[in-house]
């Protein structure tokens, strides 16, 4: 899309996904200003000398100042404070989102505030990140052939979420609308639990005091390849776990019973059927590989 789209939009919280956002729509060409505004003063700086944001703002209500787009690229357990220190500075009819991991607990808190203040607000999540944080770690090149799921409601803006998927189109994404219970249950179980795995596991390997040694010193690709995700911020995942409890706890529970499944076949030295529990798993990753290979 190369035309322009929007005059201004404004990015509160210029880390890893809203500064990669600044970058894909700046370069697409597609905003023709972006303000940014961040708590973390070395942060919002940063993200203004590396040109991630075309100017850093002196307050949350000066970066959204006449902008038309504002989205909200915070924590998630800090979305409904980013709203409300916004929503009373940003012109009547213009439309607010996030990218929140989250997506039910945020619609909840957000969208009677900006109904309020006659916003228009439509949730959003990039599926795809890194594990690292900040304006620094930012690139245009982070949603490229990757999902973006837009969610909405009885309550959703058509023009607004049209607007929303067109600047994540715009970024390189590929849009899929849902609606958010939908989504929190699909993210946990394919994002959350993960990460919730790879966390306990670096926790529980770190904790093992058989030997008089640091026996993380051993690990090699798998180890590495496994746990990269929990390398991600502390205060990013203790938020998504807190806000999509329900849903995660049922993925966790199901976890659980699989591996009391592996647990009592090694128990039992039942060859067959740990066979069988591999097969199956090797079977579905395969085939996930395949296909994206395919798509390439
Ligand atoms: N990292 C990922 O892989 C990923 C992927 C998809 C979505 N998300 C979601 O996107 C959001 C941002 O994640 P990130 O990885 O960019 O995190 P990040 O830590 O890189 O950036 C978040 C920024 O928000 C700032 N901030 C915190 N509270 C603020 C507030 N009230 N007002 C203004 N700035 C504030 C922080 O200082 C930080 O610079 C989160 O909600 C996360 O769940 C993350």
């Not at 959003?124 to 245009?140: L, V």
């Not at 306990?200 to 746990?227: H, K, M, P």
């Amino acid at each position: 899309m190369a035309t322009e789209l929007i005059n201004k939009m404004a990015v509160i919280g210029v880390g890893l996904i809203g500064g990669s956002l600044a970058l894909a729509l700046k370069r697409a060409g597609v905003v023709r200003h972006i303000s940014g505004w961040d708590t973390d003063p070395e942060n919002l700086q940063l993200a203004e000398a590396l040109q991630v944001v075309d100017t850093a703002a002196t307050s949350a209500a000066d970066a959204v100042c006449s902008a038309d787009v504002v989205v909200l690229a915070v924590p998630v357990g800090s979305m409904a404070a980013a709203a409300q220190a916004v929503l009373p500075y940003m012109r009547s009819g213009s439309v607010l989102s996030d990218t929140g991991s989250v997506k039910q607990c945020v619609v909840e808190q957000v969208e009677p505030l900006a109904r309020q203040a006659g916003v228009h607000f439509v949730a959003a999540h990039p599926i795809s990140g890194t594990e690292h944080s900040g304006a620094a770690a930012a690139f245009a090149e982070l949603f490229s052939g990757k999902r973006c799921i837009v969610t909405y409601g009885a309550a959703t803006d058509t023009a607004a979420l049209e607007l929303v998927s067109a600047l994540w189109r715009a970024a390189g994404s590929e849009v899929v609308c849902m609606d958010t219970l939908k989504h929190d249950r699909i993210l946990a179980a394919i994002s959350h639990l993960p990460h919730m795995i790879a966390y306990a596991l670096v926790n529980s390997v770190s904790a093992y005091d058989q030997y008089d040694e640091n026996i993380l010193d051993y690990s090699a690709g798998g180890f590495r390849d496994f746990t990269r995700i929990a390398s991600s911020d502390p205060v990013m995942w203790r938020d998504i776990a807190l806000a999509n409890k329900g849903a995660l706890l049922e993925m966790i529970e199901q976890f659980e019973g699989f591996l009391a499944e592996l647990k009592q076949d090694i128990h039992r030295g039942d060859g067959g059927r740990l066979y069988e529990f591999f097969r199956r798993s090797k079977n579905s990753r395969d085939a996930l590989l395949h296909k994206e290979a395919k798509e390439r």
